[in-house]
């Protein structure tokens, strides 16, 4: 198979998982009607250390990130607007995987594990609150639901998009500061994912930065 083959390969597939994600933000949106209001945020391929801003519907910014400088530590930290510390975020190896924990400023503390990207359309349980993830994650298109099955937020957005925004519904305001925790740490999670696939591509072809 040649190369082009290969991307057009590539491109059909990922034709296949957006159209998976239209279909999880439908069926939300028939089941569980209009949010109470929306946030939004940018996934933008590059530097996993750079600050990612949720904004409102006029634009301003609600929540933002800081990151450690050393990649490896995996530390973000999550501000209000004002400043004030709303989530911290961080990474530990645990036997051959990793666990991403969140703790929030309130002190809730739960788990995301590195083996959420082995599904495209599937549920994951969030350890340590009883939710649950359902739809497209590596899509960032799918469903968060409460340990009562009654849905939290649900988040959409085209997988292959560098500049366009994605929209956090949120059904339960109370829970806002710790669904924008769990969008934050699933955005950098993917990002870590692309800066590993981008090295490992760079290898493949002879590039080493040289």
């Excluded at 939004?40 to 450690?68: F, M, P, W």
């Excluded at 004030?84 to 594990?113: C, Q, R, W």
Aim: net charge negative; with cysteine.
């Amino acid at each position: 198979m040649g190369f082009f083959d290969k991307l057009q390969k590539i491109g059909q597939m990922v034709e296949g998982v957006n159209d998976v994600a239209d279909a999880v933000g439908r069926s939300s949106v028939v089941d569980y009607g209009e949010p109470a209001y929306s946030l939004y945020t940018a996934l933008q391929l590059g530097n996993n250390r750079r600050r990612i801003d949720i904004t409102d519907e006029a634009d301003n910014v609600k929540y933002y990130t800081e990151s450690s400088f050393i990649a490896i530590k995996g530390k973000t930290e999550i501000y209000d607007a004002d400043g004030n510390a709303v989530a911290h975020l961080e990474k530990k190896p645990v036997s051959i995987h990793e666990k991403h924990y969140v703790t929030m400023a309130d002190g809730t503390i739960f788990t995301l594990s590195n083996e959420i990207f082995h599904v495209i359309k599937d549920v994951t349980n969030i350890e340590g609150l009883g939710w649950q993830i359902r739809g497209n994650i590596i899509g960032l298109s799918f469903n968060l639901v409460d340990e009562n099955e009654q849905p939290v937020a649900t988040i959409g957005k085209k997988m292959i998009s560098i500049h366009d925004k994605y929209c956090i519904d949120i059904y339960q305001p109370d829970k806002e500061a710790v669904v924008v925790a769990i969008v934050v740490q699933l955005e950098k999670m993917l990002e870590a994912r692309r800066d590993n696939d981008s090295t490992s591509s760079s290898s493949s072809f002879g590039f080493d930065g040289n």
